[in-house]
């Protein structure tokens, strides 16, 4: 619901407050006094498309501001939350949402949703929750087939409902089991053919039987048996020299330690600082001798046949060289598409026994997505002969007595999403015409009472919380004009109804009546918006019939119309 619309320097009007609220809001006012830009403001608001030429002419740009109640939780409020704005939440579990948009002359804009900038998309996508718009060009509710289809299956009352959201999860089912067996089925030449590679590959990779970091290992062994004879003569001389094994009188580090530790040693006695030097030459002496022990297994581990275990090495080598060419870069990766491809091949090799259970999945699903869709087209013609009843009964109270309306449901050859339905909304004006597609088959005037009739119907089963009709008594008046006054008291009971109308009979039966008043200045019109109560809305009632707000015969009649609307209100409820 729309509590209330600012509007700043949009077209004709400088700047107006509109109190919304709930209830039947009558918008009144003279020609060119800014109505139509009322209705523009909503638009935008709305996330239509917004147009730099409406902008106040010498003004930078136009703003309007709307402020909505709305659920504090449900679709509209988590809408609002992705674009990153807020509402306002309420004590009663209501919340309020702040909606905005501005143009500048130069035909930037702005939308606001919830304090936050947000693209205008996001107001379209609220506006479509919030507000059904009915105007002589733009009847939004019911222009396509599909949104006729859907607002029959509103219409058609819980059974339906539940029948079509049955059918939507089986048809779901049955499309995406039946791509998938498509695609088996279609790719079963390749998965064959890719299991057998895959097959060949990981035989090859598992007879190698590669072990993680078996590559870095062989690598170092080779480099060792590469230089083997350089090893054993470096070890060797390197032997000799800490503790010679020849004959020789060649002195080795050991002999020289021992020759310096006896020489102090004798010393020491001498001199007390002496001894720590020699128990670290004794120290010495025992890690060189350490030294020369280890030298000496090293040269008793090197292998005599070297050359046979490089070769051996090498070989090895290149048959883990070869992997990693095929399946690497790495070793570790060889082993990785082992691991991966061994849980593809138990998936391809599966493949008939998948095709073979979806085949038969698939054939489930399609008996009953079709036993459903039968259900489902018996249901909506019986929706549809109703709805067409009751909405034609409501043209005969709008001035088309010998209007008829009706809802047709077509088979269609294959199903869809929504059934194998095709509903289409037709209108027969007049006796010997032919019924034909809502839009097509009537003037403006009649579609906007048509659209007035179908919300009326639509209002118990399908509520939209503001409905704004612009315009939707052109061409009528009189006992007619009266009851498209009453009806819309009727669908303002259970939803916000806002009417711009020229019609006293019309606004009469507001509970909120708004005038748009317009002052000359100069070259430039001012419009604003007054809310009327008492003596004020029965002049304005009065100026509508007659065009004099100041006879005292108009005002009575306006008195005496609007006692009547209210009787009439009383009588209805």
Same mark, same amino acid.
């Given at each position: 619901?729309?509590?209330e ?5 949009l ?7 509109? *109190?919304?609220g ?18 523009? /403001? ?11 030429? /409406? ?16 659920? !504090? ?9 992705? @674009? ?6 309420? *004590? ?6 702040l909606? &905005? ?16 900038? @947000?693209?205008?998309g ?6 479509e ?28 009352? *819980?059974?339906?409902a ?5 059918y ?33 590959? =990981? ?15 062989? $690598?170092?062994?080779a ?26 009188d060649?002195p ?29 030459i ?35 080598? @290149? ?11 790495? =070793? ?41 869709? $039968?259900?489902?087209s /018996?249901?909506?013609r019986?929706? @549809? ?7 034609? /009964? ?17 088979e ?16 027969? *004006?007049?006796? &010997?015409? !032919?019924?034909?597609?809502?839009g ?40 007619s ?23 006293a ?13 317009? !002052?000359?200045?100069?070259?430039v ?11 004020a ?20 009649h306006?008195?005496?119309? =609007?006692?009547a ?9």
């Open positions: 619901m729309i509590e619309i600012s509007i700043r320097d077209g004709v009007i400088g700047e107006a407050r509109l *109190p919304l709930p209830g039947f809001t009558a918008l009144t006012g003279e020609t060119g006094a800014g109505k139509t830009m009322i209705v523009t /403001a909503l638009g935008l608001l709305l996330g239509e498309r917004a147009d730099s030429s /409406a902008v106040r002419s010498g003004r930078p740009q136009a703003s309007v501001e709307g402020s909505w109640r709305v659920p !504090d939780t449900g679709p509209v409020a988590d809408r609002v939350a992705e @674009a990153g704005g807020e509402v306002e939440p309420l *004590p009663d579990g209501t919340a309020v949402l909606l &905005g948009r501005t143009i500048s002359s130069e035909g930037r804009g702005r939308a606001i949703v919830g304090g936050r900038t @947000a693209p205008v996001v107001l379209a996508e609220l506006g929750r919030l507000v059904a718009v009915h105007g002589q060009s733009d009847q939004v509710r019911l222009r396509s087939s599909t949104a006729q289809r859907e607002a029959l299956d509103r219409f058609g009352g *819980p059974e339906l539940g029948l079509v959201t049955e939507e999860t089986v048809y779901r089912r049955w499309q995406s089991r039946q791509s998938e067996l498509d695609t088996l089925v279609e790719s079963r030449e390749r998965r064959l053919a890719e299991a057998d590679s895959l097959r060949a590959a =990981l035989a090859e990779i598992e007879a190698a039987d590669p072990q993680r970091g078996e590559d870095t290992e062989l $690598a170092e062994r480099e060792r048996l590469s230089n083997l004879e350089d090893l054993r003569l470096a070890a060797a001389q390197a032997q000799e020299l800490l503790s010679s094994q020849s004959l020789d060649v080795d580090v050991t002999a020289q330690l021992e020759s310096a530790r006896r020489s102090l040693d004798r010393a020491s006695a001498h001199d007390p600082e002496l001894g720590p030097i020699v128990e670290a004794t120290a010495a002496s025992f890690a060189v001798a350490e030294i020369s022990s280890s030298l000496a297994s090293y040269l008793g581990g090197l292998d005599t046949d070297g050359a046979r275990e490089l070769e051996g090495v090498q070989d090895r080598r @290149a048959e883990l060289g070869t992997l990693i060419r095929k399946y690497g870069p790495t =070793l570790d990766d060889v082993l990785d598409f082992l691991d991966r491809g061994s849980t593809r091949l138990l998936e391809l090799d599966t493949d008939s026994d998948r095709i073979e259970a979806l085949t038969g999945e698939v054939q489930q699903d399609a008996k009953a997505a079709h036993e459903l869709a $039968a259900r489902l /018996a249901l909506r019986t929706a @549809a002969a109703e709805l067409g009843r009751r909405v034609t /009964a409501e043209l005969a109270a709008l001035a088309m007595p010998n209007a008829r309306l009706t809802v047709e449901v077509m269609r050859s294959e199903l869809s999403a929504s059934g194998n339905d095709s509903v289409s909304i037709l209108l027969q *004006p007049h006796s &010997g015409s !032919d019924p034909r597609p809502i097509r088959g009537a003037s403006g005037g009649e579609l906007s009472r048509v659209m007035l009739a179908i919300e009326v119907v639509l209002a118990g089963s399908d509520p939209v919380p503001t409905f704004i009709f612009d315009e939707v008594d052109a061409g009528v008046g009189g006992a004009a009266t009851e498209i006054g009453r009806r819309l008291a009727r669908l303002a009971e259970t939803a916000q109804v806002i009417v711009v109308t020229h019609l009979q019309v606004a009469a039966f507001a509970t909120n009546h708004l005038r748009v008043v317009k !002052d000359a200045e100069g070259a019109t001012e419009s604003s918006v007054q809310q009327l109560t008492g003596e809305r029965v002049a304005e009632i009065a100026r509508l019939l007659s065009g004099l707000p100041d006879s005292e015969s108009g005002l009575a306006a008195r005496e119309l =609007l006692d609307a209210r009787s009439a209100v009383k009588v209805g409820r």
